[in-house]
């Protein structure tokens, strides 16, 4: 039986919600796909390495980071390697990048799948950084070593908005994309329309551990901005980089302005747009709107939404309605049973 050997670079919440996933459908996969999934390496910044050619023990890996806070030196597959050394040396099938994001240059994770796709290996990314800063080159790198590059969980947390591009929309032209892409500024505005302050707003969102201590990637759009790039990147062909995009964050947003819009019958909501002008060009906005009550947009009940205009399937609106981490682990699952199915008939 053919195996696919995944080195996974990063092992945070995606990357344990993944191997929940896997280890759970394992066994149902190699009847499904013909091919045996094993994870041979885990990589992780602060918390250690892990290293068997044979394949790991997941549920120990899960295990050990959850209950020791990392893995253990002592342990028998414990090593010391850094991601780009793994990128570079291991012989693996499939590298999973999971890294933090680093939405200013998408490096060094956009050298790990540049290093992979160049060995001829398939790469699988839930870090928008490489698809916002780098996508044509690394689609291009890709195709032209006859690899695999997925990448669904960069966007609404796997909700196959990509899986459906490449299924289902192989001719439809998109001219406009348009929604709302953050979860973060969902909550802080939707709270601050309550009457709560700002600074209060953060403090309950940290309290229950939904914020982080530096909000800012979320606050001043560039999470937001991040999403958006890639989107019209993939489905648009835009070529378009973060530091091109017109981005106004929701900091500057009052609980008066937001009692005004209530006034008005409308919620102010951070939206990101973007569409291709009929000369080509490219117009690419996140900033705080007054969007109508009424409006699918303005449902407290929604993560994230976006619609996509195409030429021959219309309007199209895609809805999430929950966050749970399964969904994050979901999306890299299913990109890697993508992999497995390429793998089965080759």
Known sequence: MKTCKMSVLGFGVAGKAFARILLANREQMIKDKGVEPIVISITTGSRGCLYNPDGLDLAEAVRQLEEEGKFNPEYKDYAVLDSMTVAETIDYDVLLELTP??????????????????RGKHAVSANKGPLAWYYKELKDLAKANSCCFFFETTVMAGVPIFDMADSSMQYCKVDKIEGILNATTNFILKEMGKGTSYEDTLKMGRERGFLEADPSMDTDGWDATAKLTVLMNVLMDANLTPDKVDRTGISGVTPEEIKAAAERGNIIKLMCRGSKNADGTITAKVAPEEVPANNSFANDELVAVVSIYTDLLGKLDIMQYGLETSVTGYGVFIDVCRVLDWMSVR
């Open 101 to 118: 994001l680093n939405i200013f240059t998408g490096q060094p994770a956009a050298d790990h799948i540049r290093t992979a796709l160049k």
